[in-house]
């Protein structure tokens, strides 16, 4: 520990005397400084020892000394040294009212002990202090690199736990706790998410610290509220992969910030191996996935081994995604905030998951009904929701950020099929301007509101647009006769009685489309045409 004013006081060479102050002697000292300015404040720092011999002063002035210490005091200076003999006999009694009176902290110097002796004896116990904090921190980083090779990051933050008296917890790239120390740390790193999700919208290497609100009633350490808690990120990349916190009960020393920084190197070397592994096991995904496309279900079992068998056994969904960076996102990686939901959910669940970048797209394969697929729906809608209340419109949401597909549940042999299911279903989502869309949800829906594209509503109106000028001039109906008919599937009697005309003149009119249009109504594909152009021109 520091040098304190006690231990100045048992240092058997210095022979100092306690006047003032007795019960303050265990406050550290950063420094002893010599000075014999009548106001010595401005080049005060706070923690010092000051040594004086009242050369400038009038110490023996009650009114002064008041003043005097009283500055002193609001200054941080943390003890006054006064050395006898040299211009008063005695420490005068208006200073040591005064220092009692403040409660500042007065030492006796004798005359055989020189200031530089009481300099020597403090400067040596700092730099003592500071052997004793590498030394610690070197045995600390021993010991945290033991534990992360034999037990891993958990086996590391038990370590970190114990170097700095208090617990210690390690998020993934999505915020959540993925280990933490003791035990009951867990439920205390859960409640700091919010500041962990702020720390990583900053580029890396960043920190915050916590302070504690607290709650005065506690029903166990694990409901802890009143620790200091650091969070520091990890990673070298522009996003953080992951962060670490530390909770202790007081401001960290020297010792214990060694052991802090070196945790964060350790798990920050853990992090970018991971990152590299990760990008070796997204080669083979890439490779698994163009077989499975390719129609080589059994080639593609094969090389997924172990990595990706269990995936591949049961039924799985295909996610296609697409996305237009935007300024929001720097010029990095659109994909990066589905991905971190998508493998973080499927780690934590203890699931396989496929993620392959392809060109501007991403392909992920998740295992059907899995917490990987769920992370998706829930990441996805949190988008629409915010864009919602933005007040983005359908082409902001379509065109520009996250825009995602996916496919039924499929198997192996059918992924190619569950390839263009996402597509489709991407597809549509651009079209509708939604973040996401399932293809199941197409099937069990209907294809008039994919009508509403302006591409299809120009060809309806152009389609139908001889018809409505016709019928503009009042010379018949035929616009409203063609729908009845369609709707009817040609039955003219049926047609003609919900019209309430005669059913000579339906056909009269009907040959009159067929005419203006020169087509011909007994043409399948022409009645199909028409009715959607009706369909679509009757929703606008």
Same mark, same amino acid.
């Given at each position: 520990m520091p040098p304190t004013l006690a231990s100045l006081v048992h240092h058997s060479a210095l022979k100092l005397t306690v006047r003032a102050g007795e019960d303050r002697l265990d406050v550290p000292v950063r420094w002893a400084h010599v000075s014999e300015l009548a106001d010595p404040v401005p080049y005060m720092e706070g923690g010092e020892l000051l040594l004086i011999t009242a050369l400038k002063l009038d110490a023996e002035d009650p009114e002064a000394m008041r003043r005097y210490v009283?500055?002193?005091? +609001?200054? #941080? !200076?943390?003890?006054?040294?006064?050395?006898?003999?040299?211009?008063?006999? =005695?420490?005068? +009694?208006?200073?040591? =009212?005064?220092?009692?009176?403040?409660?500042?902290? /007065?030492?006796? !110097?004798?005359?055989? &002990?020189?200031?530089?002796?009481?300099?020597?004896?403090?400067?040596?116990?700092?730099?003592? =202090?500071?052997?004793r904090a590498v030394t610690a921190g070197f045995a600390a980083q021993r010991e945290l690199t033991k534990q992360a090779l034999t037990d891993g990051p958990q086996g590391l933050l038990r370590a970190l736990a114990a170097q700095v008296d208090g617990w210690a917890a390690?998020?993934?790239?999505?915020?959540?706790?993925?280990?933490?120390?003791?035990?009951?740390?867990?439920?205390?790193?859960?409640? /700091? &998410?919010a500041e962990v999700e702020r720390l990583r919208e900053r580029s890396a290497p960043a920190s915050a610290v916590v302070g504690g609100g607290g709650s005065p009633e506690r029903s166990g350490p694990d409901d802890r509220h009143d620790d200091r808690v650091e969070l520091h990120s990890l990673g070298t990349g522009r996003r953080p992969r992951a962060a670490l916190a530390v909770g202790t009960a007081a401001a960290l020393g020297t010792a214990e910030r060694y052991a802090v920084h070196s945790a964060i190197a350790l798990l920050t070397l853990t992090t970018e191996r991971s990152r590299s592994l990760h990008a070796a096991q997204q080669r083979i995904g890439a490779a698994v996935l163009g077989m499975l496309l390719a129609g080589e279900p059994d080639h593609a079992r094969a090389v997924a081994g172990d990595l990706y068998g269990g995936l591949l056994d049961a039924p799985f969904r295909v996610i296609v995604a697409d996305a237009t960076p935007t300024p929001a996102d720097g010029g990095g990686d659109p994909f990066d905030g589905l991905?971190?939901?998508?493998?973080?959910?499927?780690?934590?669940?203890?699931?396989?998951?496929?993620?392959?970048?392809?060109?501007?797209?991403?392909?992920?394969?998740?295992?059907?009904? #899995?917490?990987?697929?769920?992370?998706?729906?829930?990441?996805?809608?949190? /988008?629409?929701?915010?864009?919602?209340?933005?007040?983005?419109?359908?082409?902001?949401?379509?065109? =520009?950020?996250?825009?995602?597909?996916?496919?039924?549940?499929?198997?192996?042999?059918?992924?190619?099929?569950?390839?263009?299911?996402?597509?489709?279903?991407?597809?549509?989502?651009?079209?509708?301007?939604?973040?996401? !869309?399932?293809?199941?949800?197409?099937?069990?829906?209907?294809?008039?509101?994919?009508?509403?594209?302006?591409? !299809?509503?120009?060809?309806?109106? #152009? /389609?139908?647009?001889?018809?409505?000028?016709?019928?503009?001039?009042?010379?018949?109906?035929?616009?409203?006769?063609?729908?009845?008919?369609?709707?009817?599937?040609?039955?003219?009697?049926?047609?003609?009685?919900?019209?309430?005309?005669?059913?000579?003149?339906?056909?009269?009119?009907?040959?009159?489309?067929?005419?203006?249009?020169?087509?011909?109504?007994?043409?399948?594909?022409?009645?199909?045409?028409?009715?959607?152009?009706? +369909? &679509? &021109?009757?929703?606008?």
């Open positions: 009283r500055r002193l005091a +609001k200054a #941080g !200076v943390v003890g006054l040294g006064f050395a006898v003999g040299v211009n008063y006999e =005695d420490i005068p +009694k208006a200073l040591v =009212d005064a220092a009692e009176e403040e409660g500042l902290p /007065l030492l006796e !110097v004798p005359r055989r &002990t020189p200031f530089l002796a009481i300099s020597k004896a403090v400067s040596a116990a700092i730099a003592a =202090d500071q052997y390690l998020y993934d790239a999505s915020g959540a706790v993925v280990g933490a120390a003791p035990e009951w740390a867990g439920r205390r790193a859960g409640r /700091l &998410t991905t971190e939901v998508v493998e973080s959910a499927a780690a934590r669940a203890g699931e396989a998951v496929l993620v392959v970048p392809e060109g501007d797209r991403l392909v992920a394969l998740v295992a059907d009904g #899995g917490a990987a697929a769920e992370a998706c729906a829930q990441y996805t809608a949190s /988008l629409e929701s915010a864009r919602a209340a933005g007040g983005a419109g359908p082409e902001s949401g379509g065109e =520009d950020g996250l825009v995602v597909g996916l496919s039924a549940p499929a198997g192996p042999i059918a992924a190619a099929a569950a390839y263009k299911q996402a597509e489709q279903a991407l597809s549509v989502a651009r079209r509708r301007g939604r973040v996401f !869309v399932e293809h199941e949800q197409l099937a069990a829906g209907s294809v008039l509101p994919l009508l509403a594209d302006d591409a !299809v509503k120009a060809f309806a109106d #152009g /389609l139908l647009r001889a018809l409505h000028e016709h019928d503009a001039t009042g010379r018949g109906d035929l616009v409203a006769s063609l729908r009845a008919w369609l709707s009817r599937h040609g039955q003219w009697d049926a047609a003609a009685a919900d019209l309430g005309v005669h059913r000579h003149t339906l056909r009269y009119r009907m040959r009159r489309v067929e005419e203006i249009l020169g087509r011909s109504l007994d043409d399948p594909d022409v009645r199909m045409e028409l009715w959607l152009a009706l +369909k &679509t &021109t009757s929703t606008d």
